[in-house]
DNA sequence: TAAGCAATTTACTCGTCAGTATATAAATGA
DNA sequence: TCATTTATATACTGACGAGTAAATTGCTTA
């Protein structure tokens, strides 16, 4: 370690001299904001109807910066993907250990899932079919996928066991339910007026409370 | 009319002379057979993905033959999701004029409205998003599934208001159940082993009854 | 029989786009 | 001070694929 620890900055005077920490902060800030401005662009025209020098025109940069950032196009996409899996992960995970009925979690759950279908990230998995990825990073995502849509069967399941959810066939209630949720990534538009949260709300409420009237 | 009517042949020796309708009705069948595999491609690899090199070459024949047919490669895909919607149209037409509540009616609506989104054209029609066609496809496409949507809706609202169903948004159920019966196009694959119909059937009762166990 | 039309081919053009080679300038570190 | 690494650019290559030009063959009709 030949560095001496930097005397601790004024955090008002943000000095113009990078220290390795802010410099490694400032790559991954590039990053994001290619993946942000890319994922923007796919869910807008479609993966392969962006091209990179569009996205790094979006930036103020060329296409040699981002060959730089990210290796290559389907890097960009599997790390756009990436992003939008791993909140519904963390929620798939956090609805495990809940309390209440299954069929209460299984409403937090879907929630959460609906939610995040109509954000940037969230829409691009959607949108995401194994047509754009190689064989390589098809299973890869796949595998992810199946980790979230085996949590929500997990959910539907605790529900049948307990009481609380109609006997149905558990595959299908989940492709059903699933399918519902991720329609919104394509009619969403981020701009209406509902909020999401309600969005949220009233097509969980359909889906699991039925639209046929409860005498 | 310079035209002598044919002596009829016998109908098991078919002539290899062809009469003017005969041709016209082969010209038809050639149209259909290059958007019929073409509509296979643009499901299995997705549209950008597929080269009209490679659907000639999945029938034998060249490229130009195509054009030939159909004027450009937009003009298959329109020709594809017409199709596909051709079937949707009448089905939510006939579903006005049909016996039963408004529940009843939604719900053969539904069946049909699921099974057609797991051939070939109805996939195509779902896997179609305005990413792929030109402004002026895009303005059709739009109107013709919007006829099926306000279809849809009606049917809702019609139950709604005979009591069959809950007073939900009929917007929001509207897109929540065609995104739930939407899925299909995606995951379902033909060769599966359950029947099409019992799918169809098990969804709809799923949205339509709701998840919650009814007392 | 000649003109025209229908069906089909081979062999092109032209644009787009992923990905790369190479240059440059600044910061880092020995 | 000199070599190395990082960030960025310009300018290219190479492939792919939509769409077209022009030739061919055979049938239809004046």
Known sequence: MPRIAPIPTTSDAPSPFRTRAEKIRDREEKREAVLRAAVRMFNARGFHATSLDDVAASLGISKPTIYHYLGN?????????????????????AAKDEPGTGLDRLRRFLRHYAQINMEDFGRCVVRTGDEFLSQEGTLQFRARKREIDMALRGLIADGIADGSIAPVDVKLAAFTLSGA???????????????????????????TGGLALRP
């Open 181 to 207: 949720l991720n329609w919104p990534a394509r009619w969403h538009d981020p701009a209406g007026a509902m909020p999401v949260e309600d969005i949220a709300a009233s097509m969980v409420d359909i889906i």
């Open 73 to 93: 196009k389907e890097q960009v996409l599997i790390e756009c993907v990436t992003r939008g899996l791993e909140p519904l992960r963390q929620a798939a995970e």
